[in-house]
């Protein structure tokens, strides 16, 4: 391969993983908005006018991780 053609190759990459992060910036994570436990959240801070971008999560009460039957079912280590 020439240094040409890894030059192309590297810009093509760089294009490619541009493109990747634009669609997942731009298209997926406000979609994500509409999703049922995500939509809620936004909606359970909107209703309590809490700016996310101002929380620190060390003011936070614990957030759910996952759900309660998630602990029921699931074993780690038996």
């Known amino acids: ?5 890894s030059s192309t190759t590297a810009r093509l ?5 541009a493109l990747v992060i634009a669609g997942i ?3 997926i994570l406000p979609r994500m ?7 809620q959240h936004v909606k359970l801070m ?3 006018r809490v700016d996310p971008s ?3 999560y060390t003011e ?6 996952r759900p309660e039957w998630v ?3 699931l074993v780690l280590w038996p």
């Open 60 to 65: 936070l009460e614990r957030l759910p991780l």
């Open 33 to 39: 908005l509409e999703w049922g436990p995500v939509a």
């Open 1 to 5: 391969m020439t240094g040409i053609q």
């Open 13 to 17: 990459r760089l294009a490619g993983g």
């Open 71 to 73: 602990d029921r079912v």
């Open 54 to 56: 101002a929380m620190y």
């Open 25 to 27: 910036w731009g298209v």
């Open 46 to 48: 909107e209703e309590r």
